[in-house]
């Protein structure tokens, strides 16, 4: 059941998502940055929504966008898995709703990249992902409303037990989701999700990145 007055009701939802700890065991299969429950993320979708962000915010650092863009893809699916365990869901025309009124804010897409990636906790966000990251939001919302059997108001504790709930679900379902990494990018750590394997990685630079599409 949708319930509206959760739609604003935690501003701090995305710390939390940046924030959880996912498992899993690596894997480096063929054009796959990662594949979760057999669903591959692959390097080049990985790298056009690298390309789209950097254009937007070209001072950003290649390696550290691609990683926190690949960390949000494994995050939406989770939430996913969470979302349908609990039968929770969020309709399109909601999700639309909310990105309108954020984007209104803002000046627009780029506006969000941008105020994003200069905010206190930092957030690499592509222009074409905005849709999805509202979407995570409202269903993060619904599963700690469905977890605690309560409405979400900021200014109460419940709240904040409501969301680690959340939280823990989320890592209780990764746990069980076969969930691999390409070595080319990191590995899964239980706290901080990926991390490089060395520094710098083997991710391709700003210049590589654009010729690739170009």
Do not use: H
């Not at 349908?84 to 506006?111: N, W």
């Not at 990764?174 to 394997?197: K, N, T, V």
């Amino acid at each position: 059941m949708t319930r509206p007055s959760r739609r604003t009701a935690v501003v701090g939802v995305v710390a939390c998502l940046a924030v959880l700890g996912l498992t899993g065991c690596s894997g480096d299969r063929l054009g796959a940055a990662a594949v979760i429950d057999g669903t591959a993320v692959t390097t080049e979708e990985l790298q056009q929504s690298t390309r789209a962000y950097l254009d937007v915010v070209p001072d950003g650092d290649t390696g550290d966008a691609q990683l926190a863009i690949l960390q949000r893809k494994v995050v939406s699916a989770v939430i996913d898995s969470v979302a349908r365990d609990q039968d929770v869901r969020v309709r399109e025309g909601r999700v639309a709703q909310e990105r309108d009124e954020l984007l209104r804010s803002v000046g627009g897409r780029k506006g969000l990249v941008r105020a994003l990636a200069q905010s206190q906790n930092p957030t690499v966000l592509p222009p074409s992902e905005i849709d999805r990251w509202v979407k995570d939001r409202l269903l993060f919302n619904e599963i700690a409303a469905e977890i605690c059997g309560c409405e979400l108001d900021p200014t109460a504790e419940e709240t904040q037990q409501a969301l680690s709930a959340a939280n823990d679900a989320l890592r209780k379902k990764s746990a069980s989701m076969d969930i691999e990494i390409s070595p080319r990018y990191g590995e899964w750590d239980p706290d901080q999700g990926i991390s490089p394997l060395v520094s710098g990685g083997l991710s391709k630079s700003v210049d590589e990145l654009r010729a690739d599409g170009s």
